[in-house]
């Protein structure tokens, strides 16, 4: 608690400076926030959902926060592009926890799409902050309400009624700095009745100094509306990844997620998916690849408050040398759920004896007429099947990458994206053989 009396004190010194630049719905949210992280502080791994995973330490460092909005994002194109060859995007950037899109970009869109920053956003749709800002994140824990606390601006995405966005939305999450650093990161999404898109966030780092960032994100997907959300992480071993996902599906909605962290340091991902209409579907889908001391975190909650919704959850985990993975996933079928179909399968190998898996399935039926499973699985390579490789002709090394291949194939299969699906299974494949480099047209280590 002694290092959440420090953010306490923070906040409460500046409190003035952390509201200048914000809108009054910001503002007003901050102080129910802030009451709620003042009781608790940070959370321990006395904790149930913090069992196997001590965040509070990662709070510890002297880290810098620009409270005064000193920094702002620059046009980054020229160093750091995170091209998806063949791809065709409408993309942004976000320079610590500063958003910037190019107007070129934001006129690719169909008329009546909104992107730009809350505070943007605020001044000419206020009525759209005040009823969506806030309302999924307002339940989330702690770390949740740290961010509610301090955050000053964000990132808005409106899909209006019956609008297809063609392009893929990409947003390039970057970290630039020669200081140790914390960023607020804040996402809002709306997808209006029978409207449709695709998002890829991607988080990267371009400096070796501690950084830490937290990500909060609302979705809100309207009756027969549909979104298509792709995250990637190619982090750095210095940084601290806490990312919160909260999605609200209406009636027919489909809502399809990936999650895949091929470079980190230590990340804790929280996705809660409420199906609060009928006939919606979710699928959520993750694949977390550690080595060294790295550590990944994925927790999910598939709420499924209607009837005739399905759910479709897959989690697999390939560790090595002595990084730690743990998977807590729950499907929670309320009693008006009727005609429910879910599936959870989460599968996980553990390539060394130091290696560590900590895996919780969980399944909560309040419901009597529904199709649901769960299972979990952790085990090594399968030794028979390395062995009738090399008898014939493959070296042991080549065989090893095979199957790691393959068993992470199942997950990137899932992406529709065609031209993201073929990026992902090369850099998988570079990952496993040790020679990973960042995202082609990055110029930064070059």
Not at 104 to 133: C, S, T, W
Request: proline share 2%; glycine share 6%.
């Amino acid at each position: 608690m002694e290092c959440a009396q420090e953010y306490i004190r923070l906040f409460e010194d500046n409190r003035a400076l952390i509201d200048e630049p914000c809108t009054q719905k910001l503002n007003d949210e901050r102080e129910k926030a802030f009451a709620r992280f003042k009781s608790s502080g940070f959370p321990t791994p006395k904790e149930e959902n913090w069992l196997h995973t001590n965040i509070a330490k990662k709070f510890e460092t002297n880290y810098g926060i620009d409270l005064g909005r000193k920094a702002r994002a620059k046009e980054v194109k020229g160093s750091f592009t995170c091209d998806v060859p063949n791809l065709k995007t409408v993309r942004g950037y976000i320079v610590n926890d500063s958003f910037i899109i190019a107007e070129n970009d934001r006129n690719k869109l169909p008329e009546g799409v909104l992107i730009g920053n809350i505070n943007e956003i605020a001044q000419h749709h206020p009525a759209l902050i005040e009823r969506f800002y806030n309302t999924l994140a307002e339940k989330g824990d702690s770390i949740v309400q740290f961010n509610t606390s301090f955050i000053q601006d964000g990132i808005v995405l409106y899909v209006p009624k019956n609008t297809i966005i063609e392009d893929t939305i990409q947003i390039v999450a970057l970290l630039q700095t020669n200081v140790d650093i914390l960023t607020n990161r804040r996402l809002l999404v709306i997808m209006e009745e029978n409207s449709h898109a695709s998002l890829l966030l991607c988080d990267h780092s371009s400096t070796d100094r501690k950084s830490l960032s937290i990500e909060v994100s609302e979705v809100f997907i309207g009756r027969g509306a549909s979104l298509d959300l792709y995250e990637l992480e190619e982090t750095t071993e210095s940084n601290t990844r806490l990312g919160n996902l909260f999605v609200n599906q209406e009636h027919d909605s489909r809502f399809n997620h990936c999650n895949i962290t091929l470079t980190n340091g230590f990340t804790r991902n929280y996705i809660g998916v409420t199906l609060n209409g009928e006939g919606a579907e979710t699928n959520v889908n993750g694949l977390a690849i550690g080595d060294k001391k790295q550590h990944i975190d994925n927790r999910t909650l598939v709420e499924h408050k209607k009837g005739h919704c399905t759910s479709n959850e897959l989690y697999k985990y390939i560790l090595d040398e002595e990084s730690v993975g743990v998977f807590a996933g729950k499907m929670l079928i309320h009693t008006d759920a009727q005609q429910t179909m879910s599936q959870q399968t989460n599968r996980n190998l553990c390539l060394t004896s130091c290696a560590r898996m900590y895996a919780q399935p969980q399944l909560e039926i309040y419901a009597d007429d529904v199709k649901c499973s769960h299972g979990s699985t952790v085990g090594q390579l399968d030794e028979n099947a390395l062995f009738y490789m090399q008898q014939r002709g493959i070296p042991a090394e080549e065989a090893r990458h095979l199957l790691m291949y393959a068993f992470a194939g199942e997950v990137i299969d899932n992406i529709k994206l065609e031209p993201l699906r073929e990026r992902l299974h090369i850099l998988v494949e570079k990952r496993f053989r040790g020679e990973l480099n960042h995202c082609k047209g990055c110029n930064l280590c070059k």
